[in-house]
């Protein structure tokens, strides 16, 4: 079994049967008042990368009455490329970015009842912070200045920013997703990186909810501790899948709950 980082991977207890399902939200992309009833966090999307004011209260408000986490899912101001482009920016200003966002989806979620209580990074900033320095801190930084949780890649430089500082971390791991044997995401675009196979889909939930074990794209297994596992709600099928690995932990005995 490879071990992708020696500080997060570990294999879950079999012992250990709760497990977090999380979902982006927010995009004006897919089904979100249907999708909020099958998870327990939702990363709400601030406005950088997609989603408008009315459009995050009305989630933020789904949120509330199914007794769903809210998080903020920051990005780089791209809604042109859907948060999904790399981009150099100041760590002065990717701080004051980030805190904008988590600023105003907090104001929001506090109109209509909620609260936000971590952060999850969107697409290309995900990613970066696995490895870039300067970013990495720059959102960590943000993060520990709003005194929020931060959710993200097992093995990833901002994660262990963050604990380093203090801060409470998340790790997380996706069900639609391909990983590299290195344990990070294949990048979108290349063949197989996005799972649209039900079946195989909530399979693979089960194996990494109950065993913390998971196989990357070329087969070889890793190890992927994952305090929450990610739904995309825009990947072709996401809601008979969110359904699907809904019924498959159940069955398995494992309880779906924010913890």
Known sequence: MKNVAPSDARPRSRNSRVI?????????IGDDAAMVQLVTSANIACGFHAGTPTLLRRTCEQAVASGVRIGAQVSYPDRDGFGRRFMEIAPEDLIADV???????????RSVGGTVDYVKPHGALYNAIVAHP???TAVVTAVGEAGLALMGLPGSLSLELARDAGIPVLTEGFAD??????????PRGTAGAVLTDTA???????KLATTGRI?????????VHADSICLHGDTPGALEHAR?????????????SAR
């Not at 977090?20 to 004006?28: I, P, T």
């Not at 997703?177 to 294949?186: I, K, M, N, Q, S």
């Not at 195989?200 to 089960?206: C, E, L, S």
Request: net charge negative; hydrophobic share 50%; glycine share 12%.
């Open 99 to 109: 805190l904008f966002q988590i600023g105003a989806l907090s104001g929001i979620a």
């Open 177 to 186: 997703r391909a990983y590299t044997p290195e344990g990070t995401l294949v």
């Open 244 to 256: 699907a690995v809904r019924r498959a932990l159940t069955a398995a005995g494992v309880r779906v």
């Open 215 to 223: 196989r990357a794209l070329d087969g070889s297994p890793i190890i």
């Open 20 to 28: 977090d399902l999380n979902a982006d939200l927010g995009e004006g």
């Open 200 to 206: 195989a889909v909530a399979d693979r939930v089960v």
């Open 134 to 136: 300067e970013q990495a």
